[in-house]
């Protein structure tokens, strides 16, 4: 069974900085791709960034030129860096990761949370 654990997140006053850990275990076989996604209040959940095995990267709109999602497969961690922050960043932060588990099978793995809130 692959599990996630977030964590990294807190109250920032806006413009400030917050760096997202996401610690992976668990066996698997490969890795499709790993992300960050985000659910404020009354919203639904949506995508952040993700990250391919191979480094290729895709963001949000909102968060171009702010985040940037990272990895170390050798530490089986996730990182997602986010820089200027804004009130409208406020939310629960996700992480997860998808591909095939130990015995082949798909996985499609979410860690439990980690709350950002940002103060104006």
């Known amino acids: 069974q692959v599990q996630l654990v977030e964590s990294g997140g807190g109250l920032v006053q806006a413009g400030g900085s917050l760096r997202l850990s996401c610690a992976r275990s668990?066996?698997?076989?490969?890795?499709?791709?790993m992300g960050w996604y985000r659910q404020a209040p009354g919203k639904q959940r949506e995508l952040v960034a993700t990250i391919t095995t191979g480094g290729r990267t895709n963001y949000a709109d909102s968060v171009k030129g702010r985040f940037t999602i990272s990895r170390d497969n050798a530490k089986k961690m996730v990182y997602l860096q986010m820089n200027s922050l804004k009130p409208e960043d406020t939310a629960v932060y996700y992480c997860?990761?998808?591909?095939?588990?130990?015995?082949?099978?798909?996985?499609?793995?979410w860690g439990q949370g980690t709350q950002v809130t940002v103060s104006s």
């Open positions: 997860n990761v998808g591909g095939l588990d130990g015995r082949s099978w798909p996985f499609d793995s």
């Open positions: 668990g066996s698997i076989f490969s890795i499709n791709a």
